[in-house]
């Protein structure tokens, strides 16, 4: 044989096994992208006493099996150099102030649906307090919180509750918006949505889900409200309390793609406009009706400016741009757009400075244990002390609740079910500079 078949044979050996090699790591970092941090079985209260808990249980107020998780968001306190540094030298987390938000869908053995994770751990996992107490959760003559499904953090430390009134499939309240001060949890603003704005008035249906905040200053802020059933995109205007309520065929559902399919467990639904994240490089608002394939975008400029009529809104995207439906979404500082995918058990990723097309929408995370339907996504600032100072860098927050196992009600809660998983933005952002390369 040859000296060059020789080393021909060797050439492509080390090129096989390289790609072999590459091949492998990129499976396995996608796999492990997104590290646990929190998990349940089932989710339980700190109700204060066994004896408060049992009174829960026995009237019904608490029931295990019907509390199922949407959404997250995490919240970092101001933390001050000359803390960082009194921290270092004494071993000590002085700078503790951080909350993980976690809301439940209200139901009959609901008790609350506004949470942070405490640091009490029960039978099914860490144990949930209500926020910012016990009487929010309540909820008496309608004064408190209903039912959340996803909430928001804005610059100036406000979270932005959206309350859609609804437990079970009862309407029980009017939609609102709750307003709390992080640093204080006291209530800086509670509004309620009109009637006439939080339901579609042909078909009367209304679910608001999803709330986006565009902070300009502490007073010129607007809130983007997703409403998933009514089938609109509503704007709320902080400073004079104003709302207008927008229609579109993008925000519907599309009849071809209201089957889900998970792990080869199947459900149905028509949803339309749910995840939805805000630009702050181009102020694109990006969305999807939630049972479609589309990605779409309308951009807030003429908004926020106050120049725009509601049928002469351009509404732009790409139909049939993914190839399963996509769940909640969160854009980075940078223009990284991640989205859930349903059947993938995956979290993509397209970067807004790229064209809008398949080609360049990446899978960066993919596990079909741990990412059973991401319903919740985020992206928070992080802080990372060092003695000198202190750094703000971008995490991933998600949640997961296998939720074509809610729906088909088939839950095993003896097996984790819900998870909160997070990843560094710098970790996610230099694998997909190495997919494209």
């Not at 993914?322 to 223009?335: E, N, P, V």
């Amino acid at each position: 044989m040859s000296f060059n078949i020789w080393w021909l044979i060797l050439y492509f050996g080390i090129v096989c096994q390289t790609i072999t090699k590459a091949h492998y790591y990129s499976r396995h970092f996608k796999a492990n992208a997104l590290k646990v941090v929190y998990q349940w079985k089932y989710f339980d209260y700190n109700f204060g006493s066994n004896e408060r808990r049992q009174a829960a249980i026995q009237s019904g107020k608490y029931n295990y099996k019907n509390n199922f998780p949407i959404d997250v968001d995490r919240w970092h306190g101001k933390v001050y150099k000359v803390l960082i540094i009194i921290e270092y030298l004494c071993r000590i987390n002085s700078t503790n102030q951080n909350k993980t938000f976690v809301t439940i869908l209200r139901n009959n053995g609901v008790p609350s649906s506004l949470n942070v994770i405490s640091n009490k751990i029960g039978n099914g996992g860490p144990l949930l307090e209500p926020y910012p107490n016990w009487s929010w959760a309540e909820n008496q003559n309608c004064s408190g919180i209903t039912s959340v499904y996803r909430v928001a953090i804005d610059v100036w430390d406000r979270l932005w509750v959206l309350d859609n009134g609804i437990s079970g499939q009862t309407s029980v309240c009017s939609s609102q918006i709750v307003v709390f001060d992080l640093k204080t949890s006291k209530l800086l603003k509670q509004v309620k949505i009109p009637h006439n704005i939080a339901v579609n008035s042909t078909t009367g249906n209304r679910n608001v889900v999803t709330p986006i905040v565009q902070s300009f200053d502490y007073n010129n802020t607007l809130v983007y409200i997703a409403d998933v059933e009514g089938y609109a995109l509503i704007i709320y205007n902080n400073a004079d309390d104003s709302f207008q309520r927008l229609t579109s065929s993008t925000f519907v559902y599309d009849p071809r793609y209201t089957n889900y399919t998970i792990n080869e467990e199947s459900f149905t639904l028509q949803d339309g406009i749910l995840g939805m994240a805000l630009s702050r490089k181009t102020q694109n608002l990006y969305y999807s009706a939630m049972s479609s394939h589309n990605l779409n975008y309308v951009n807030t400029k003429q908004f926020t400016q106050g120049k725009y009529q509601a049928n002469n809104i351009q509404y732009q995207g790409a139909s049939d741009i993914l190839w399963t439906q996509a769940t909640a979404k969160a854009i980075s500082k940078t223009g990284a757009l991640f989205f859930g995918l349903v059947t993938d058990t995956a979290l993509g990723c397209w970067n807004e400075n790229r064209p809008l097309k398949r080609g360049n929408i990446e899978i960066v995370a993919k596990n079909n244990d741990t990412l059973q339907f991401i319903s919740g996504l985020k992206i928070s600032k992080e802080i990372s002390s060092h003695i000198f100072g202190y750094q703000n860098n971008e995490y991933i927050w998600a949640l997961s609740n296998k939720y074509q196992k809610i729906a088909n009600g088939d839950l095993n809660f003896n097996e984790v079910n819900f998870r909160i998983l997070t990843a560094p933005f710098l970790l996610v952002r230099d694998f997909i500079t190495y997919a494209q390369t």
